[in-house]
């Protein structure tokens, strides 16, 4: 994956390209696949949260309007992410789960992981995570639609957000090939950096519209997420050798389940 020496330097659209067609299966037609293009996909990552978030909190909306519960609103909403992906980042969270619970060499483990079939690790993964994203959404419907709808959109883009921190520069891939592979190390840390600085600083203006003290705990779930994320990330890393497809997979869910249960926290 590299720039031809005659090709233009990419444009942000590019970037958004990128990220959009790699990370949605929305109908983007990926122009440009370089290191120069990866780069400006991961910073534009949380842009999809917002767009892939924006929607999941629409459907909930639209189901509580129509006369749902919490409860339903909450799995409509949990649903929208999964679909808007294909399922891809839950597929990864399970096999991520299978390679790293098999307690294999990283090899084996990488072997496990590329392995069509969902392991128990990898069932039992996706159970208990989909069951607490449903519970914190169904609790946070319930006190509010407005606070339900804050917390769809903030969890998916910190979710986002943990892939762009996940292709700084310094985390390799475990693969020659493949997602991973195409993204490790594109974004230097400091971009990396101000990213999860200004998308903190939105976060909290965001929880703001619901009052002080959902600002500061808005913040606190995204930062938190990336918290969570980062130790999964450097677990993968000392287990694995690097990141992969997977691996950003089961990040982007384990940062969006953490911000749901830290946002249901004191409210």
């Known amino acids: 994956m590299s720039t031809t020496p005659n090709s233009p330097p990419p444009s942000p659209l590019d970037g958004l390209r990128f990220a959009f067609g790699t990370l949605t299966v929305l109908p983007v037609r990926v122009t440009r696949w370089d290191r120069e293009a990866a780069r400006g996909g991961m910073l534009g990552a949380p842009a999809v949260g917002l767009v892939v978030g924006g929607c999941a909190a629409g459907l909930g909306l639209l189901a509580l309007f129509l006369g749902a519960g919490p409860l339903l609103a909450a799995v409509a909403s949990a649903?929208?992410?999964?679909?808007?992906?294909?399922?891809?980042?839950?597929?990864?969270?399970?096999?991520?789960?299978?390679?790293?619970?098999?307690?294999?060499?990283?090899?084996?483990?990488?072997?496990?992981?590329?392995?069509?079939?969902?392991?128990?690790?990898?069932?039992?993964?996706?159970?208990?995570?989909?069951?607490?994203?449903?519970?914190?959404?169904?609790?946070?419907y319930d006190i509010?639609?407005?606070?339900?709808?804050?917390a769809v959109v903030a969890a998916a883009v910190a979710a986002r957000l943990a892939l762009t921190l996940a292709a700084r520069t310094g985390v390799p891939a475990a693969r020659p090939d493949g997602l991973g592979a195409a993204v490790a190390g594109v974004v230097p840390v400091r971009w990396a950096l101000a990213v999860t600085a200004a998308v903190t600083a939105a976060a909290a203006a965001w929880g703001a519209l619901l009052g002080p003290s959902d600002a500061v705990r808005t913040a606190a779930a995204v930062l938190l997420a990336l918290a969570a994320a980062e130790l999964l990330l450097r677990h993968c890393t000392r287990r694995l050798g690097g990141i992969t497809g997977d691996v950003f997979g089961g990040l982007a869910e384990t940062a969006a389940t953490s911000a749901l249960v830290v946002l249901c926290l004191g409210v």
């Open 79 to 140: 649903a929208v992410p999964a679909v808007l992906t294909r399922g891809l980042h839950l597929d990864g969270l399970a096999d991520t789960a299978d390679g790293l619970g098999s307690g294999k060499p990283a090899e084996d483990a990488l072997r496990i992981m590329k392995q069509s079939d969902i392991g128990p690790f990898g069932v039992l993964t996706l159970v208990f995570v989909l069951l607490a994203q449903v519970a914190a959404l169904a609790q946070l």
């Open 144 to 150: 509010s639609w407005a606070r339900g709808a804050c």
